[in-house]
């Protein structure tokens, strides 16, 4: 069994050292094997063009966000995906980072933006991956990559247990996405969301909570309120999620016909 879990909370706009704080607060103590994060945590979301991201944005390889977890990691033992404003060279990317107890184990680049991010971000070049930690199989999305259920399939395909989702979703309908997701990959996903609204050039962005852990069946095993801090464990069994027969003569992935599947493409 494996414990998964999110955290759901409001990142004040341009303050890394205050979200990190909070982050800290929360996370110390907790019994968790993996805990999601929200979008872009360290730094909010709303910022008004690439300056303002390039001065917030971390390397992570040289990032006191990633220090930071490092060490939450290494004295809970658990592992910490997060959202971060990532500085490459002279590409900036809407990333998440996945962080064990002996640091960055990997970064995964939004490849979907969503409206006003595209004046913001670079759009990531690579096709999600799936990462072992432990014996739970991670993979990671990035917000508006649940509208693409490519994004998801690709996760499955590559094996994924369960689909780390940082989140700062402004429309209601991911969390009941979500469901089918889970249905139609027969896998886990948690989908860390913020709450609380940003101004950006005078125009005001609200963000809906509901951070959900979400089953195999399309199961709901926990949602937040839509305001307020928020965090929570469940216990799952990967294998689950790992047998991929829908009925006894069903395989969800054996029975694709990729042969007729040419005009997706
Ligand atoms: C979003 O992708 N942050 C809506």
Known sequence: MKRIGYFQFKPVLGNPRENRKVIAEFLEGIDADLIVLPELAFT??????????????ENPEDSLSVTMLTGLCAAGNFHVVAGFA???????????????PDGMLAVYRKIHLFGFESELFDPGPDAPAVYDIGG???????????????TARLLALAGA??????SN?????????????????????VTANRYGAE??????????????????????LSSAPVDG??????????EIARDKNITGVNHLLNDRRVELYGGLM
Request: charged share 20%.
């Open 161 to 166: 247990d369960v689909i780390a989702h940082p």
């Open 44 to 57: 909010g979301y709303s910022m008004t063009d690439r300056n303002a991201v390039g001065m917030l944005a």
């Open 229 to 238: 801090d928020d965090i929570c464990i469940v216990e799952i069994d990967v």
């Open 169 to 189: 979703l402004v429309l209601d309908w991911c969390q009941k996405s979500m469901v089918t997701r889970c249905l139609e990959n027969n896998l886990f996903a």
């Open 136 to 150: 739970l199989k991670v993979g990671m999305m990035v917000c508006f990559d649940w509208f693409f259920p490519e």
């Open 199 to 220: 101004t950006r050039n005078g125009k005001e962005l609200t963000f809906t909570g509901g951070s959900q852990i979400t089953a195999p069946r399309g199961v709901i």
């Open 86 to 100: 990532e500085k490459a060279g002279d590409k900036l990317y809407n990333s998440a980072v996945l962080v064990g």
